[in-house]
């Protein structure tokens, strides 16, 4: 039986996609994550278990579970595992990204450096360490301006900031994020940097597509209607296809084309987001990795009559398959990522049913679980759940998204400090 291996963390929410995509093709699919070696098999999945932070080890675990039974393709869900990804098929010979470009991609100040060289628009950059002074960092800034990590996603940690005072606020709220177990845990050095950039206005654009031998396929440009102007810049709704003027999608897809190039991507699924505004397209990011979370389900592909996921159609080209007869569904389709409100301890949700009843509401996933502590951006990386609609048109979908997310109540209780009493 044909075998893949999926890299994934252990919370990675399309872990089951990818699944029930291997199993419609008859694939055999391997798991390796960052999980606990010392446990048996804790998760009952036989995945191989790896650490991001070593590689060698990584790869030599993958090597050693795989030995009389070859891998016939590698593919990765998020960032640090695409990465890995790319060691890994570098080690074992197949199709994939070189490990340099995948490392660039991860890196904004490699990103940034890149695309510069390449002469694409792009903001004006300056790399500082955590170890600087704030205050003496904002006397020579220019604002507006938006500091950021170079390595988290999701738009954790990324904060607009339009005078001095708010710089030295974020630059402190940075280094205490990125100072924090969750983060000191993956043992990175980049954390000990961040990035400080004049702020980009314009309408944000998300891009998904793939790379077969360095030629790029788009195969969705979403709008974000929501506008992301700060300070924190917390995604939510995903529309496509896009409503802008077909010359803004051509040059959008022409640009993410050229970043891809400039990092030296190659092969493999792409996610990328950009920001347009009349000097031009600016590539933020250009990922070696599907859309995250839940969002891949509000792409369906068809072939003749059957419907198929973004899953399946990647998992197709990993294994070699010409995937250019997969084209979109018909009309328009979108997702909201539920924003958490505020910080506070989750009890529950009411209005579920009625938001899914809603006109061109396909479905409600509720992530969030009872009891869990909720942190909203810049220093959180979760969503309350996700709204998925389907329309003839994507105002229609944006309206029902919109709709239905009126509907929900969500229960917070507020989080009690007990090292305060």
Request: charged content about 25%; glycine content about 8%.
């Given at each position: 039986?044909?075998?893949?291996?999926?890299?994934?963390?252990?919370?990675?929410?399309?872990?089951?996609?990818?699944?029930?995509?291997?199993?419609?093709?008859?694939?055999?699919?391997?798991?390796?994550?960052?999980?606990?070696?010392?446990?048996?098999?804790?998760?009952?999945?036989?995945?191989?278990?790896?650490?991001?932070?070593?590689?060698?080890?990584?790869?030599?675990?993958?090597?050693?579970?795989?030995?009389?039974?070859?891998?016939?393709?590698?593919?990765?869900?998020?960032?640090?595992?695409?990465?890995?990804?790319?060691?890994?098929?570098?080690?074992?010979?197949?199709?994939?990204?070189?490990?340099?470009?995948?490392?660039?991609?991860?890196?904004?100040?490699?990103?940034?450096?890149?695309?510069?060289?390449?002469?694409?628009?792009?903001?004006?950059?300056?790399?500082?360490?955590?170890?600087?002074?704030?205050?003496?960092?904002?006397?020579?800034?220019?604002?507006?301006?938006?500091?950021?990590?170079?390595?988290?996603?999701?738009?954790?940690?990324?904060?607009?900031?339009?005078?001095?005072?708010?710089?030295?606020?974020?630059?402190?709220?940075?280094?205490?994020?990125?100072?924090?177990?969750?983060?000191?845990?993956?043992?990175?050095?980049?954390?000990?940097?961040?990035?400080?950039?004049?702020?980009?206005?314009?309408?944000?654009?998300?891009?998904?597509?793939?790379?077969?031998?360095?030629?790029?396929?788009?195969?969705?440009?979403?709008?974000?209607?929501?506008?992301?102007?700060?300070?924190?810049?917390?995604?939510?709704?995903?529309?496509?296809?896009?409503?802008?003027?077909?010359?803004?999608?051509?040059?959008?897809?022409?640009?993410?084309?050229?970043?891809?190039?400039?990092?030296?991507?190659?092969?493999?699924?792409?996610?990328?987001?950009?920001?347009?505004?009349?000097?031009?397209?600016?590539?933020?990011?250009?990922?070696?990795?599907?859309?995250?979370?839940?969002?891949?389900?509000?792409?369906?592909?068809?072939?003749?009559?059957?419907?198929?996921?973004?899953?399946?159609?990647?998992l197709r080209h990993a294994l070699g398959e010409d995937i250019t007869r997969y084209e979109l569904q018909s009309g328009a389709s979108g997702v909201m990522m539920i924003p958490i409100p505020r910080r506070g301890?989750?009890?529950?949700?009411?209005?579920?049913?009625?938001?899914?009843?809603?006109?061109?509401?396909?479905?409600?996933?509720?992530?969030?679980?009872?009891?869990?502590?909720?942190?909203?951006?810049?220093?959180?990386?979760?969503?309350?759940?996700?709204?998925?609609?389907?329309?003839?048109?994507?105002?229609?979908?944006?309206?029902?998204?919109?709709?239905?997310?009126?509907?929900?109540?969500?229960?917070?209780?507020?989080?009690?400090?007990?090292?305060?009493?």
């Amino acid at each position: 039986m044909t075998r893949v291996l999926l890299l994934a963390t252990t919370t990675g929410y399309q872990i089951r996609s990818f699944g029930e995509a291997a199993e419609k093709l008859g694939v055999r699919l391997l798991f390796a994550s960052d999980r606990c070696d010392r446990l048996d098999d804790p998760w009952w999945d036989q995945a191989i278990p790896i650490r991001f932070h070593d590689v060698q080890h990584s790869i030599d675990a993958v090597v050693e579970a795989c030995t009389g039974a070859p891998l016939a393709a590698v593919l990765a869900v998020g960032d640090r595992p695409a990465v890995l990804a790319a060691h890994v098929t570098a080690a074992l010979g197949l199709p994939g990204n070189s490990p340099a470009a995948a490392s660039a991609s991860r890196n904004k100040l490699a990103s940034r450096r890149a695309f510069t060289s390449a002469g694409l628009p792009t903001p004006l950059f300056r790399e500082v360490s955590l170890a600087d002074d704030s205050s003496a960092l904002a006397a020579e800034c220019t604002y507006p301006a938006v500091i950021k990590p170079l390595s988290l996603s999701g738009s954790r940690g990324v904060m607009r900031v339009d005078d001095g005072r708010e710089l030295v606020v974020a630059f402190e709220r940075l280094r205490r994020l990125l100072r924090s177990p969750d983060i000191l845990s993956e043992r990175d050095p980049v954390h000990e940097r961040a990035l400080i950039e004049s702020y980009v206005a314009g309408d944000e654009y998300a891009i998904e597509g793939v790379l077969t031998g360095g030629a790029f396929r788009a195969f969705a440009i979403f709008d974000k209607p929501d506008a992301l102007v700060g300070p924190c810049f917390e995604e939510t709704i995903y529309v496509t296809p896009s409503r802008a003027s077909r010359q803004v999608q051509q040059a959008i897809v022409e640009h993410i084309a050229a970043a891809a190039r400039a990092l030296g991507l190659s092969h493999g699924p792409v996610h990328a987001e950009c920001r347009v505004n009349t000097r031009g397209v600016y590539v933020l990011e250009v990922a070696p990795r599907p859309i995250g979370g839940l969002c891949s389900k509000a792409l369906r592909f068809c072939l003749d009559d059957s419907s198929v996921s973004l899953e399946e159609v990647l998992l197709r080209h990993a294994l070699g398959e010409d995937i250019t007869r997969y084209e979109l569904q018909s009309g328009a389709s979108g997702v909201m990522m539920i924003p958490i409100p505020r910080r506070g301890v989750y009890r529950g949700v009411e209005g579920v049913d009625a938001a899914r009843a809603v006109a061109g509401v396909e479905d409600v996933r509720i992530t969030a679980k009872a009891d869990e502590v909720l942190v909203p951006l810049p220093e959180g990386h979760s969503y309350l759940g996700f709204i998925f609609a389907n329309g003839a048109q994507p105002a229609e979908v944006e309206q029902a998204l919109r709709e239905a997310h009126s509907t929900l109540t969500f229960v917070i209780d507020r989080q009690i400090d007990v090292a305060s009493r």
